[in-house]
């Protein structure tokens, strides 16, 4: 292929990682193909999915204002679960966010395309329904891409951003990423629920047009460690949830075990909890969905550059699962990785030691900062099963006796209590949550 | 609704018919290694079903939406997938 045939850079996937990589280097006037496997971008993108319109804004600017977005996220509320009670840990209505809203639940399929837009209005090259088969590498190089539909493409550096779904392979392939493991991702389900806005609003307590979000811990993933949600969007309900994969692919377990945790059977579980279901009560699923989704932490991200190529997003494992962010580290990423290659650009020069400035970058930002914070947070609950199960039980119990009101004397309720918490190992419940607090707080972590 | 091949129903496909995107490696694997079936409980799709009788596992890749679980959770590396040629597969209305 001739010099003047050879692109600046191709973008693997039109997910928020890769559209903001593109719209980066195409507003800088770059030559650069978005490649998408979807019929159109975002047709096999999902997620919960709350995005911050944040790092939308520091890639597009005040576009972002016309994005598809569904409902400004003006409640938060976390609820710890057992079988027959939720207790509202959180329920955080911050009427800032009226006036200053920074999250609004999405449906990707939606919000990608309008993504993707905006990359080709900046004069990247979209280029959807098209596989990328493998990297193409040339003496230890990434020059460019195997597609399925458009044969050989080349450039001077490849973006990956091909998540982790079905078929993300394209680093595997060409070693330069380990295979993940059934504990570094958890898997999630959701299912998309058609209700009447008026519902939705009288039902989650919100003035036309705003939304909530509720994220429930506990009996709700029966005890493994994830949690299920539900997000408000502006016709639907995003329902959903779940677990590491490997709670679901444990070969310890019996099959009655593993009948009970399938992601079909979280999902019915919470579908039918008594707080749940008046809430989703004679709303018609539309769509169900699947999604992994990196919770490896700090130590599960893979080398996110070399030569002629940089990683970002899912496929690079950035994302706090504590925290629900995702799309936002993608961006940022993308972002990054984007202004990574305009200043290669100008160097002429796309090997390992220039690409490693985005890596360098990243160290620096909040992205890896927090990814950092959170890395021990999902083991601490794959070992510690007691923090969702045992403790939240306990806790109900004790609720239960203190609210209750039956004739005994509130002195004897309150010994009641202390001696149910002293026979269930009341001292190691306050050490395992100081425990739990302290490492998910990591104050001196830094 | 509770039952997963409804749910399913509620999916818009694109299949290829006669191009399965997903084999499973190696039979005599899901047959005289596997005791726990495993990728038949944490499918979200149920894509995955053993068959008592055939002795085998039947894949229903006409169900796949694509999250890519199968190729990391099979704990003997037995499902092999790839990405649907483009256009094909799932394709989501709201994502």
Not at chain 1, 245 to 270: G, I, K, Q
Request: charged share 25%; aromatic share 8%; hydrophobic share 40%.
């Amino acid at each position: 292929m001739a010099e003047e045939e050879k692109l600046d850079a191709i973008v693997v996937g039109a997910g928020p990682a890769g559209t903001a990589a593109a719209i980066t280097m195409a507003r800088a006037g770059l030559q650069v193909a978005l490649i998408e496997k979807g019929a159109q971008p975002g047709s096999k993108n999902v997620m919960g999915g709350i995005l911050y319109t944040h790092y939308l804004e520091q890639v597009v600017g005040d576009d972002w204002k016309t994005a598809a977005l569904e409902r400004p996220i003006i409640e938060e509320q976390r609820w710890m679960m057992t079988d027959q009670a939720a207790i509202r840990l959180l329920g955080y209505k911050n009427l800032r966010n009226r006036e200053r809203p920074h999250s609004y639940s999405v449906l990707r399929a939606r919000f990608d395309a309008w993504f993707a837009q905006k990359a080709e209005e900046a004069g990247a090259f979209v280029i959807p329904e098209t596989v990328v088969e493998e990297l193409i590498l040339k003496d230890g190089r990434v020059v460019g891409v195997r597609t399925g539909r458009e044969g050989d493409l080349l450039a001077d550096v490849v973006v990956v951003c091909e998540g982790i779904g079905l078929g993300s392979h394209l680093l595997e392939k060409a070693g330069l990423k380990k295979p993940l493991r059934a504990n570094q991702v958890a898997m999630a389900v959701k299912e998309i629920i058609a209700l009447d806005p008026g519902l939705i609003e009288a039902r989650f307590n919100c003035e036309p047009g705003e939304g909530a979000s509720i994220e429930c811990f506990g009996s709700a993933t029966r005890g493994l460690s994830g949690f299920m949600f539900i997000y408000t969007n502006k016709e639907t309900l995003s329902v959903g949830g779940g677990a590491l994969l490997s709670e679901m692919s444990d070969v310890r377990l019996s099959r009655d075990e593993l009948a009970r945790r399938t992601p079909n059977a979280l999902m019915n579980h919470f579908k039918s909890h008594p707080a749940i279901k008046p809430l989703i009560q004679g709303g018609e699923t539309v769509e169900y969905l699947a999604k992994m989704i990196p919770e490896g932490g700090y130590k599960a991200i893979p080398k996110v550059y070399g030569p002629g190529y940089l990683v970002c997003g899912d496929a690079a494992m950035l994302s706090n699962p504590v925290h629900r962010e995702g799309s936002n580290l993608a961006m940022e990423s993308g972002r990054i990785a984007g202004e990574t290659v305009i200043h290669a650009k100008e160097k002429g020069d796309f090997g390992e030691a220039s690409l490693r400035e985005y890596r360098m970058r990243l160290d620096r930002t909040w992205v890896m900062a927090d990814m950092k914070k959170y890395d021990g947070a999902v083991p601490l609950l794959e070992h510690n099963p007691q923090l969702l199960g045992k403790y939240p039980r306990l806790l109900d119990l004790a609720l239960d006796e203190f609210f209750r009101v039956d004739g005994v004397s509130k002195w004897e309720k309150q010994r009641r209590i202390v001696r149910m918490f002293r026979k269930h190992g009341g001292v190691r419940m306050i050490l395992d949550t100081a425990k739990a607090g302290w490492t998910l707080a990591r104050p001196f972590g830094r | 609704m509770e039952k997963l091949t409804d749910k399913l129903f509620t999916n818009r496909y694109v299949e290829d018919t006669g191009h399965p995107h997903i084999e499973i490696a190696n039979q005599d694997v899901c047959r005289d290694k596997c005791s726990g079936k495993y990728c038949n409980y944490f499918c979200p799709a149920g894509v995955y079903e053993w068959d008592e009788e055939k002795r085998q596992t039947v894949v229903s890749f006409g169900n796949c939406v694509e999250c890519g679980a199968c190729a990391i959770g099979c704990p003997y590396d037995n499902i092999i997938c790839f990405t649907p040629r483009g256009g094909f597969g799932v394709q989501f209305r709201n994502g």
